[in-house]
């Protein structure tokens, strides 16, 4: 389940977390590695390349080209809710 987007320009990162478990302190939700490392995976299989960094390695960086365009960017979306479904999350 992705926790938090967040970034800087086209720097994005998008937390992957566990949301059935507790919260910490703060809370946040445990962080999800093994769903991340499943995500990138899946984006990889459909022509995304995403790094993996963050606690336990469960934010999925984004880092496109600055002369990105919108239907580039559609197509990203596109392939990134194909990655999600074939993990088994379902989009909101």
Do not use: T
């Amino acid at each position: 389940m992705i926790g938090h987007v967040r970034g800087l320009g086209l720097m994005i990162g998008i937390e992957i977390v566990k949301p059935n478990e507790a919260q910490d302190h703060m809370g946040c939700y445990p962080a999800d590695g093994e769903l991340s490392a499943l995500l990138q995976k899946k984006c990889f299989e459909a022509g995304l390349i995403l790094e993996r960094g963050g606690r336990h390695g469960c934010v999925l960086r984004l880092l496109p080209s600055l002369l990105i365009s919108d239907a580039e960017l559609d197509v990203f979306l596109d392939k990134f809710e194909q990655a999600l479904l074939a993990a088994g999350v379902k989009p909101v």
